[in-house]
């Protein structure tokens, strides 16, 4: 799917949350609440009031525990009326990248004026699985009914021992974490995850296991120097007294480094983590009539689908695919890094003269349902603050396939 928009669609504001691992710095905050502080931080730099949005579009992956509409709370959350229609879009890993293209297809049938896109995610908060759920009076030996099952949960202030054994009791009863299940098994293979097939393309490619922790460690220092320099300030809105992205210390990096031993591991792979992300759309000629400054115009989207085992060089394809089709070569590309050889691989193949400047997913971790748009807000810094006119964004998903979006700064 190739999609290049016959009237200019600009983006009039943007802005993401801090980021953080399991139980890290944006924990206390649900996927929810992420998402109505992303979306209120992009109206307020768009200088577009929440009553002007008529819908809100948000990416989410693991909804289980947040109840009904995540995008409809999200977007009240930020002050838009209830009577504006709100969609939640789950494509994995692009499912931020997704509400950004579905924004861009209303405004483009004039469906709607001004849109919001985005995503959310909280790691932290998202629950265990009981299943799969059987009938009552049904027995089946070894296996975990969800009528029957009835956890023994610690008291606040157990001893360690009583927590080690509800682990121990969740783990022989079969109950599996959502976030594993719904963001990195591969449905078509059972027992497989995206990291098996990225590790057998890394082998039958030729990187080194050297290369690929080295673009990890690049990652690293890359957004460790950002934050102490002030160049996220661009992008990120604090959630309550978190301001910075949730980096890992040298010192922890360091033993990451000391255990990494193959293509896939805690050091050269993002954690999946918490965060959101969010942008104000709209036409050109719209933005004119408002009397407002776009930051900058969408040119391309593009999405290809592949097999399991050919998302990860998908990415470097799609943005290929959009240089050719807009005319303009990218001279700064924000790939998520949803593993570490995905910066070998575009430095390979496609030599963009900067790669992901402010680092990536493998340091700030990797909100499933908020990455497609968090690498969208990050490259608009990027090519604000280094001074480029063309620029892509781009992310692989689980299950097969890439999508990009290429944007020209004005």
Do not use: W
Request: hydrophobic fraction near 45%; aromatic fraction near 4%; glycine fraction near 10%.
């Amino acid at each position: 799917m190739l999609y290049v928009p016959s009237e200019d669609i600009v983006i009039l504001g943007a802005a993401r949350t801090p980021q953080g691992p399991l139980d890290g710095a944006v924990a206390r905050f649900k996927a929810v609440e992420l998402g109505g502080i992303a979306i209120g931080a992009a109206l307020k730099r768009a200088c577009v009031g929440p009553d002007l949005v008529d819908e809100c579009i948000m990416g989410n992956v693991v909804s289980s525990g947040l109840m009904q509409a995540p995008a409809k709370q999200a977007a009240v959350g930020a002050g838009i009326p209830h009577d504006r229609p709100a969609k939640t879009v789950n494509t994995v890993c692009a499912s931020g990248m997704t509400a950004i293209e579905d924004a861009c297809l209303s405004l483009a049938a004039g469906v709607a004026r001004v849109l919001v896109a985005g995503g959310m995610e909280s790691r932290s908060n998202a629950p265990y699985l009981l299943g799969p759920f059987i009938a009552p009076a049904t027995r089946i030996p070894g296996k975990v009914r969800g009528t029957e099952f009835h956890p023994k949960y610690p008291r606040h202030g157990s001893p360690e021992d009583a927590y080690r054994e509800l682990l121990t009791m969740l783990e022989s009863a079969g109950i599996i974490e959502a976030n594993i299940h719904d963001s990195l098994s591969c449905p078509f293979q059972k027992g497989l995850a995206m990291k098996d097939y990225a590790e057998r393309y890394a082998t039958a490619a030729g990187i080194s296991i050297e290369e690929v922790n080295a673009a990890a460690g690049e990652s690293y220092r890359k957004a460790r120097a950002a934050g102490e320099c002030g160049a996220l300030a661009g992008e990120i809105s604090p959630a309550g007294d978190v301001t910075l992205d949730d980096i890992i210390s040298p010192e922890r990096e360091a033993d990451l480094r000391a255990m990494s031993y193959g293509y896939v591991t805690a050091y050269n792979a993002p954690a999946l983590g918490d965060g959101a992300s969010a942008l104000v759309l709209t036409l050109r000629k719209t933005a004119e009539k408002m009397g407002l400054t776009p930051l900058a115009r969408i040119a391309g989207i593009v999405r290809i689908e592949t097999s399991p085992d050919g998302f990860i060089h998908a990415p470097v394809d799609c943005v290929k695919a959009l240089s050719e089709a807009t005319g303009a070569r990218a001279t700064v590309v924000e790939a998520n890094e949803s593993f570490g050889l995905q910066i070998p691989m575009f430095e390979k193949e496609f030599g963009a003269d900067v790669i992901n400047p402010f680092g990536g997913s493998v340091a700030i971790t990797h909100p499933v349902g908020a990455s497609g748009s968090r690498v969208v807000v990050t490259l608009l810094n990027a090519m604000n603050r280094l001074g480029h006119r063309h620029g892509a964004a781009t992310i692989c998903y689980g299950s097969g396939g890439a999508m990009a979006v290429a944007l020209e700064r004005l």
